[in-house]
């Protein structure tokens, strides 16, 4: 495990001060699961990206393959 320093601003740490009361678990533990969580939500993030690249990229496919049986379809051959 690694150690680290961290600075909160106070508004940031009173309420997670709070937080940490009322869940009853220890700082290091509700910063561990913060940052995991985070780095979660960023992966998915990045993700969603990669998918809609990736379906726009079909999507021009697509219709170029459209375009060419409608072609087809005017020339009769289909």
């Known amino acids: 495990m690694k150690t680290l320093s961290l600075k909160l601003d ?36 990045k993700l969603a990206k990669a998918f809609e690249k990736a379906s726009a990229m079909v999507g021009e496919s697509s219709m170029d ?7 087809l379809m005017d020339e009769g051959a289909v």
């Open 65 to 71: 393959i459209n375009a060419e049986f409608d072609q």
């Open 10 to 45: 106070d508004e940031i740490f009173e309420e997670t001060e709070e937080v940490l009361k009322e869940k009853g678990i220890a700082r290091n533990r509700y910063i561990n699961e913060a940052v995991d969580f985070y780095n979660r939500y960023n992966h998915r993030k």
